[in-house]
């Protein structure tokens, strides 16, 4: 393969890893262009979805690899299918907001984000996230600051809607057929005939929805109609997506894999954006974002961006069947902060780095079950 993305999908093929290879060559035929080559990757990943959702014992037969590299072949002949445009598409300067009934404030807050970045507001529940995130999609009005719209001139509130989509962790009820409301979207954003048939049935491979294609509201799960609407809206094609909560109705496994494939959108050549979501799954969120703020009482207390200015010591989280007192004597009271909170050890130190404070545990052969690097991790404020 010629191109890194064709390379990166040959070797998910190679070792097995199915689901994503089909995933990502669905986006990478989408950014070449070629309806055709769209045409062939939907029908292989129906193939796909299809020996999945039987649950066979039987291993994937070999022309289904092949094919697959057939297409990669045929994708990696033309140019410029891999790559994006990087512009800024939105700055926010000391933006603050205070509900009328002076219950809660938003503090002046300052961000920037742009085509292919990802930045996640975490916090708990009540502390501003929301009101933030309906700020820059220009639902709320601000009582002081600014943001500024790169790409609009004229950045009135119908001009906004159409730049910036933003799905509520409360989808609003639809009526009809699950595919139906997809060809309605498709069609509001001036996509029809030929093309709408194909986009949507893209959706409906890409988000995994083509088993509920033909299903209602009342038939689907909260987190397949959270699917939904997140196919819904990419039909449209807006340059800011942001998705509050998006996390919350989904299982563990469809968490990490809808974050990742938003990310392998908002950096493909069909339509580059920028994507700003919420949620209380820090670790989640940190692991695919570019940029994450912690908000707390309408105050933004960390940015990941000032990390190196702010962050004076290292910690660290791990779980163990071992007393407080043999951790303490294994670092000294003078070296370490020690906290516990009923299932996990925090270790905070000025003195030992993260990987220093995890070798002296193993080395004094202290059962660990849990660990995790969280110097620069927004855990440290929870």
Not at 104 to 114: E, N, Q, V, Y
Not at 313 to 327: H, K, L, P, Q, W
């Amino acid at each position: 393969m010629n191109t890194p993305v064709a390379a990166e999908i040959s070797s998910y093929l190679k070792h097995g890893d199915y689901s994503v290879a089909v995933r990502r060559t669905l986006d990478y035929c989408l950014d070449t262009g070629d309806d055709t080559l769209i045409e062939n990757a939907i029908g292989w990943s129906r193939e796909y979805h299809a020996y999945e959702n039987a649950k066979t014992t039987t291993t994937i037969p070999v022309d289904f690899v092949s094919r697959a590299e057939n297409i990669l072949q045929q994708a990696d002949k033309i140019q410029g299918s891999s790559s994006y445009a990087s512009y800024p598409l939105i700055s926010a300067e000391k933006i603050s907001k205070t509900y009328s009934g002076g219950n809660f404030s938003l503090k002046p807050i300052d961000l920037s984000i742009g085509t292919g970045n990802v930045l996640g507001v975490v916090g708990e529940n009540g502390n501003g996230k929301t009101t933030l995130l309906r700020c820059l999609a220009g639902q709320l009005a601000l009582d002081n600051g600014q943001i500024k719209y790169h790409l609009l001139q004229k950045p009135d509130a119908y001009a906004i809607k159409n730049h910036i989509a933003f799905i509520p962790q409360r989808i609003p009820k639809w009526y009809g057929l699950l595919k139906d409301n997809l060809h309605f979207s498709a069609s509001i954003a001036g996509i029809h005939g030929a093309k709408n048939d194909l986009m949507v049935n893209f959706m409906l491979e890409r988000l995994n929805l083509g088993s509920y294609a033909h299903l209602t509201w009342n038939q689907i799960s909260s987190g397949y109609r959270t699917r939904f609407e997140i196919a819904r809206i990419l039909l449209q094609k807006p340059r800011l997506l942001i998705l509050d909560e998006p996390l919350a109705n989904l299982d563990i496994n469809a968490q990490q894999t809808i974050l990742t494939d938003l990310i392998f959108m908002a950096k493909g050549a069909h339509n580059p954006m920028g994507i700003i979501l919420s949620s209380q799954q820090l670790h989640e969120v940190e692991k695919v974002a570019d940029t994450v703020l912690f908000i707390k009482q309408g105050n933004c207390l960390y940015s990941s961006n000032d990390k190196e200015e702010k962050i004076t010591s290292n910690a660290v989280e791990f779980e163990t069947s071992s007393g407080r007192d043999s951790i303490v004597a294994l670092f000294g009271e003078a070296n370490i902060e020690l906290q516990f909170n009923g299932g996990t050890y925090t270790i905070i130190s000025a003195a030992l780095s993260a990987q220093e404070m995890i070798g002296r545990i193993i080395a004094a052969q202290i059962p660990v079950t849990y660990f995790r690097d969280i110097t620069y991790s927004t855990k440290r404020f929870f």
